[in-house]
């Protein structure tokens, strides 16, 4: 099942299925997914069963939604209105390439042969699929911001003016909402665009946590069963409507150092991770990325990131805030 968000002049704001080449509305009162997951997993039910009872006869054309076409407009396929109930999170070096790209960023800052990025990778090849009831090594963590960092398809990926770079990082994310009870719920998974500041990063590893302080996007579908295993997908830069460079890539569990089970579990381990109400959207590594090639973003370049069964690419223009930098100062208490 691969669900949406889209809002219209005249429908208002809807959740629908995906179901090519059309797109199936859900009943009008229910105004986004994440209502619809709070009421199912709150109330002890199955979720194939309720979104059926919810279907109604209204299609639309799913490639008017897609391109915004008559007024249409697509949404990040999962949100929250509070974005302070959004944490976007993710996992680094869970993808070989991944590291051999950082290796490269950082190995000019370490005289010895191995970084620690690359060490770290390979503490996840010797222990991060642990076995049933057992604890793997713990995976590198990062926090991307709450909701207001989170994106659309066709929505720009702001370089914001304190920033040195801007570029894509094609990834899958997990998608997990939190229980009145505090039990996280994994409810699919999206297509993303973990978008970093990867000179920043190059600068000193020790940036890390700044350069991933960015706009990030995810979509246009929610995906609830897919097996999530071996996935190949591609990414392309387009500039002036022509693919200035292109990648393909291998996500899933067998293309990653860490088993699913764990990078959950070392995420979820944390009591503040799991308050009730809580959306997670916590991406799962990337194996390719354009800045790896020295490839440098331009105002306007496309990013299109397109997974096998993950439904159409997520596609993100990126926009550079030219504006000077502004100091922001803090008031004391009178």
């Known amino acids: 099942m691969h669900l949406i968000q889209l809002t219209h002049p005249k429908f208002g704001r809807r959740v629908g299925i995906v179901e090519e080449p059309h797109v199936i509305l ?45 007024g249409f407009k697509i949404l990040p396929p999962i949100s929250c209105d509070d974005p302070r109930h959004v944490v976007l999170s993710g996992t680094g070096l869970t993808h070989r390439a991944s590291a051999e790209n950082r290796q490269k960023m950082h190995d000019h800052q ?51 003016n304190y920033a040195n770079d801007g570029g894509e990082e094609p990834e899958l994310a997990g998608v997990y909402l939190i229980s009145d009870n505090g ?34 996007s995810i979509g246009p579908e929610l995906v609830m069963d897919i097996d999530f295993d071996s996935i190949p997908g591609k990414v392309n830069i387009i500039r002036q409507q022509k693919i200035l460079w292109s990648k393909g890539l291998l996500t899933g569990e067998a293309a990653m150092a860490h088993s699913l089970a764990n990078l959950e579990y070392h995420h979820f381990k944390y009591q503040q991770h799991r308050l009730p109400g809580q959306l997670h959207i916590h991406f799962l590594g990337a194996g390719a990325f354009s800045f790896g090639e020295n490839v440098a973003l331009q105002q306007g370049d496309l990013m299109s990131i397109s997974f096998e069964k993950m439904g159409r690419p997520l596609v993100n223009p990126i926009h550079i805030d030219e504006n000077k930098e502004q100091i922001i100062r803090v008031e004391l208490l009178k």
């Open 110 to 160: 370490q005289a010895s042969s191995l970084t620690d990025s690359m060490k770290m990778y390979f503490m996840g090849e010797e222990g991060g699929k642990p076995g049933t009831d057992e604890i793997g090594v713990q995976p590198e963590w990062f926090f991307k911001g709450n909701g207001l960092n989170l994106k659309g398809p066709n929505d720009p990926l702001t370089v914001p």
């Open 26 to 70: 859900l009943k009008k009162g229910l105004l986004s997914t994440y209502a619809l997951f709070c009421e199912i997993i709150n109330s002890n039910k199955s979720y194939l069963p309720e979104i059926q009872l919810l279907k109604t006869t209204d299609t639309v054309s799913y490639d008017d939604v897609y391109h915004s076409n008559d």
């Open 183 to 216: 039990v996280p719920y994994r409810i699919g998974f999206v297509q993303g665009n973990e978008f970093s500041d990867h000179i920043m990063e190059r600068k000193n590893y020790l940036y890390l946590a700044p350069s991933k302080l960015r706009n990030c």
